[in-house]
């Protein structure tokens, strides 16, 4: 541990444009919000790239010590919900549920363990009216014929996180409506319209706007300020700039959130992903094809912050290390397995894999730099190969200690496909036979045994015979 302790983490802050020192609020404890998916249809691998990201974050911040709060919120009332429901005369919160449950299933499919709390905003509507509440009391928000609206003029700081004056900010016409006050103003509280799904609120009955979600379920879990605020970078604008307004201009406390992280978008072939354009890969699909383990490895092989293209080639190579990964992680464990004295030199080994393990983590103290720590992680594969055979218990058990640790932080090898027990039992058991086989020079049958084993994935090397 006082290894990661002696590097500092640095994070690149959107609201300070700046690589800024990660500490956070309180010492210790890091709660952590990110933007969740609007539940009217499956998710896609640019879904994934960003949430596999977070977890990625979530999981490195766990492992530096800090006790990490994860809230991700599920929008599961929305405009596109309504309309997809009209579409198939489904309950809109029966068809959001039935999305959210399959993207439960996509998360724990793709390992993205790391989340404590799914919040469903259909869950805060008291808390999401109270804060509007809050502000109509402060004269912040207003009433009009299509709902509360909030009036960006009442907050000098509107356009600090997406660095744009008022000016450029009015530019953006949300919801045109005559009655608003400002061309920006966005809403809080949606009147309802005719058969549309409502709540009663102190307006009338109606549904929230998208932003106040968020700053609701922030505000119930965290307080007023919290740790780490994430999303896409297409988030920044309008619907982070919108939460601000909302937390600060109710509360008074700022920031709403100490450091803003966004992740760069996936893109296919250079082109957006979307389902006119038929090039949508929803996360089980590509699941299916080519397994979690090499999912994650092409995530993790961009920093978060760059969009990803996502290719057959990025994945074909994504998919081949992945493997490398698994055969050389079995390998170990078998060596482990076999209790063999070796001929390695477990002390130098222990150097170059250290070496290797602090450039890791080095890495990731750099704003999370998941490629640099990747090329770290190739390189302690890279030893566990060349050792091969030679490999003695004391320098395997380290290595496997350390691929264990390393590979739990990129969410790496969590598969089931580890050597069982019985299987490390065989494999021992056939080397044996196959010394005692070539003892007696029956090569053709210890031969035979080894090619079996090599099929296996059990790589053999004899001495000379
Ligand atoms: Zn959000």
Not at 163 to 192: I, S, Y
Not at 195 to 217: F, L, M, N, V, Y
């Amino acid at each position: 541990m006082s290894q990661q302790k002696q590097s500092r983490l640095k994070v690149y802050n959107t609201l300070t444009r700046h690589l800024d020192d990660f500490e956070p609020i309180h010492p210790g404890r890091v709660n952590m919000f990110v933007c969740g998916p609007t539940v009217y249809d499956v998710s896609h691998i640019g879904h994934g790239k960003s949430y596999v990201a977070y977890d990625i974050i979530a999981r490195y911040l766990r492992k530096k010590g800090y006790s990490v709060f994860f809230v991700l919120n599920i929008t599961d009332i929305d405009d596109k919900i309504i309309n997809r429901a009209k579409e198939s005369k489904e309950d809109p919160l029966k068809l959001s549920e039935r999305y959210a449950q399959a993207f439960y299933k996509d998360m724990k499919d793709l390992h993205v363990n790391s989340i404590n709390l799914y919040a469903k905003a259909s869950e805060y509507i008291p808390e999401i009216i109270n804060q509007i509440k809050g502000l109509v009391d402060k004269g912040i928000g207003y009433k009009i014929q299509g709902g509360v609206y909030y009036d960006i003029s009442k907050f000098p700081e509107y356009g600090k996180l997406s660095r744009q004056n008022l000016e450029q900010l009015t530019v953006h016409r949300v919801d045109p409506d005559p009655e608003k006050r400002n061309p920006g103003d966005f809403v809080l509280w949606k009147h309802q319209k005719p058969g549309e799904i409502a709540w009663d609120s102190p307006w009338g009955k109606g549904r929230p706007g998208w932003h106040i979600e968020d700053t609701a379920i922030t505000l119930t879990h965290f307080g007023p300020t919290y740790d780490l605020h994430g999303g896409g970078t297409e988030l920044i604008f309008p619907h982070h700039e919108a939460e601000i307004a909302q937390a600060e201009g109710l509360t008074g406390k700022k920031p709403l959130a100490k450091y803003w992280v966004h992740t760069g978008l996936l893109s296919i072939k250079g082109q957006e992903m979307h389902k006119s354009l038929g090039n949508f890969v929803p996360i089980q699909e590509a699941i299916q094809k080519v397994g979690v383990e090499a999912l994650r490895v092409l995530y993790a092989s961009t920093h978060y912050r760059s969009p990803l293209d996502y290719t057959e080639d990025t994945l074909v190579q994504a998919a081949s290390l992945a493997r490398r990964f698994r055969r050389a992680y079995d390998q170990v464990q078998i060596a482990v397995g076999l209790k063999s004295e070796g001929k390695d030199q477990p002390s130098t080994l222990k150097r170059q894999v250290d070496e290797a393990r602090t450039e890791f983590f080095t890495a990731m103290d750099d704003d999370f730099n998941t490629p640099r720590a990747l090329a770290a992680y190739i390189r302690i594969v890279g030893i566990a190969e060349e050792q091969g055979r030679l490999l003695s218990a004391e320098s395997a058990v380290m290595l496997l200690e350390t691929m264990k640790e390393l590979s739990s932080i990129l969410g790496l090898l969590e598969t089931d496909s580890v050597p069982r027990r019985e299987f490390l039992e065989l494999v021992n058991m056939l080397t044996s036979l196959r010394n005692e086989l070539r003892a007696k020079r029956e090569y053709a049958l210890s031969d035979r045994i080894r090619e079996q084993m090599q099929k296996a994935g059990v790589i053999v090397e004899d001495e000379a015979k």
